[in-house]
């Protein structure tokens, strides 16, 4: 099958798990012997094409005012500018349509397509091209992507995003099929009216292959220092700040926290500082997931914003690591009970409580290493992106 796939960015152009999970979506496809294209933005504002693991990418410039995803971020009147012609963006949909011309796929599957715009689909259907959108963010309502303000979710759209999805969301009704990453990310369109009478699927992310190393090993001193880690972007909406505020009310040497990551630099500043003193916490910057992941035996991803599906879950369970996580977004789905835990972080004290729960339970977590292990194989990569081919089959005969 010839499929293109259009996201924002591309390998090795990558800011979080969106970009690593569309790579290896593009990269498996490619494994199973099918022609796979994908359209993405440029930095440099340069055309160009190339073959990267088997893929085709052409990468676009942005025809906007300036580009968002690197850099320090401009000031708000350019900002508001820069979303405004983002709802629909004609000059991108010329660009994207270009591309199909050329790749002459048949089916198309965006994911995230800030940049491009809605436009990108109008592009497709002009064509007569099958479209499957993937939906891994809230960019469809709301130009931050997350829902997320002031340190609270938004049940309600404000004015500026009512504005901006508008046009979104009426457009929505052209792809001929929907697959979320999360069954949340799924509901929580359908909500605010996206997507309406179009058929959906659920599509989790595929992970990489568990760790040969194995589970974890029993502990042979439960007195020692349980080693906990966070891994994401370092921003307010992760949750890091109150998961430092818990982890430093655990008892003095009880466990370790490590964080790998980077992000909002004021943000970054302010927890350096805050934990600067404190001997038991460790900053790692930037690193492959796989670092922190053999040097810590519990992940903690204690989000406040809805995440739709963290990958950072799915990485952690193929390293034989369980989870404690926020009942946030899609994050639920993906812990079962024998992998991990999950806590409400509108509840005083719960977070707290959570860490404290694991180190009296101890004992269950080479069970817990081993039970993550084998959950981690129901997101074999394989299995997405076989899913990925029913979901495009049936767009085409739709």
Request: proline residues 8%; hydrophobic residues 40%.
């Amino acid at each position: 099958m010839n499929i293109l796939l259009v996201n924002t960015l591309y390998h090795p152009l990558a800011v979080g798990g969106a970009e690593r999970s569309v790579q290896s979506l593009a990269e498996e496809l490619a494994r199973l012997g099918h022609e796979v294209a994908v359209a993405t933005l440029s930095p440099d504002g340069l055309r160009s094409e190339t073959i990267l693991g088997g893929v085709e990418v052409r990468r676009l410039p942005l025809r906007n005012l300036y580009f968002p995803f690197r850099g320090r971020p401009p000031g708000a009147a350019k900002k508001s500018l820069w979303h405004l012609l983002d709802t629909w963006n004609p000059a991108m949909e010329a660009a994207a349509g270009a591309v199909m011309d050329q790749v002459r796929p048949e089916a198309v599957n965006t994911h995230n397509i800030a940049g491009f715009s809605a436009a990108v689909w109008r592009a497709a259907k002009r064509r007569g091209l099958p479209l499957v959108h993937t939906l891994r963010d809230q960019y469809l309502l709301c130009p931050r992507t997350t829902m997320f303000r002031d340190g609270r979710n938004c049940i309600r759209q404000c004015a500026a995003c009512k504005l901006y999805s508008l046009p979104r969301l009426l457009a929505t009704r052209q792809a001929d099929l929907v697959t979320g990453v999360s069954r949340f990310i799924l509901r929580r369109h359908r909500d605010f009216n996206g997507f309406p009478g179009v058929p959906e699927a659920v599509i989790h992310n595929g992970c990489p292959p568990p760790a040969e190393k194995g589970p974890l090993p029993p502990e042979k001193d439960a007195k020692g220092p349980l080693h906990l880690g966070f891994l994401g972007k370092v921003h307010p909406s992760k949750g890091l700040e109150p998961l430092i505020e818990a982890f430093q009310a655990l008892p003095p040497g009880a466990a370790e926290l490590w964080i790998a990551g980077k992000g909002e630099p004021s943000h970054e500043r302010k927890l350096r500082r805050r934990t600067a003193t404190d001997g038991s916490v460790h900053w790692m910057g930037f690193v492959e997931p796989r670092r922190l992941l053999e040097r810590i035996r519990v992940l903690v991803a204690p989000s406040l914003w809805h995440d739709t599906a963290p990958r950072n879950v799915l990485e952690a369970f193929a390293c034989g690591r369980p989870v404690l996580g926020s009942r946030r977004g899609g994050i639920p789905e993906l812990i079962a009970p024998e992998t991990g835990w999950t806590y409400d972080p509108d509840l005083p004290g719960a977070l707290k409580e959570a860490l404290e729960r694991i180190l009296d339970e101890r004992s269950r977590l080479a069970a817990m290493s081993e039970a993550a292990l084998r959950r981690a194989r129901r997101f074999d990569l394989s299995a997405m992106a076989r899913k990925y081919l029913r979901a495009y089959r049936s767009a085409t005969e739709k």
